[in-house]
């Protein structure tokens, strides 16, 4: 018997709750607070993230990395952009491996890396 995965929500360690659950609600993110406020869900599209509360979080050792597969890099970082949340935004380059991809680091140290394949041009 093989088993299928469905999909896959990573968990983010913050230590501001209430800060957190507003900033990813202004990154675009439906927030559901689970009962007890120390755990939510957040889903934008298909990709699903939990934030769970920590009692300490070291924001320039933090381990954690999510991939974020997107339709066009350049536009989620311009809304990111105007949404004007605390944290280290990174403007999208080009790769050599035929994506545009850019970043954010909220600040306490999750890193969200973000990537869209390479715009066609016509020849």
């Given amino acids: 018997m093989v088993i ?11 230590q501001d709750f209430s800060a957190a659950v507003t900033r990813y609600e202004q990154l675009g993110f439906k927030v559901n607070v689970f009962e007890g406020g120390d755990y939510a869900f957040v889903s934008r599209g298909n990709v699903y993230l939990h934030l769970a ?11 954690v990395a999510v991939y974020l597969y997107v339709s066009d890099a ?3 970082h311009r809304e ?6 605390d944290g280290r935004l990174v403007a999208p ?5 035929a994506l545009v991809e850019g970043a954010y680091v ?3 140290g999750n890193l969200l890396r973000f990537g869209s394949p390479t715009p066609q041009t016509s020849r």
């Fill in 80 to 85: 990111w952009s105007d949404a004007g949340v």
């Fill in 53 to 63: 509360r920590v009692d300490r979080v070291e924001s320039n050792e933090s381990l």
């Fill in 106 to 108: 909220d600040p306490e």
């Fill in 4 to 14: 299928a995965f469905s999909s896959v929500a990573p968990v983010l360690p913050v």
């Fill in 93 to 97: 380059e080009q790769t050599d491996y």
């Fill in 74 to 76: 350049q536009a989620l």
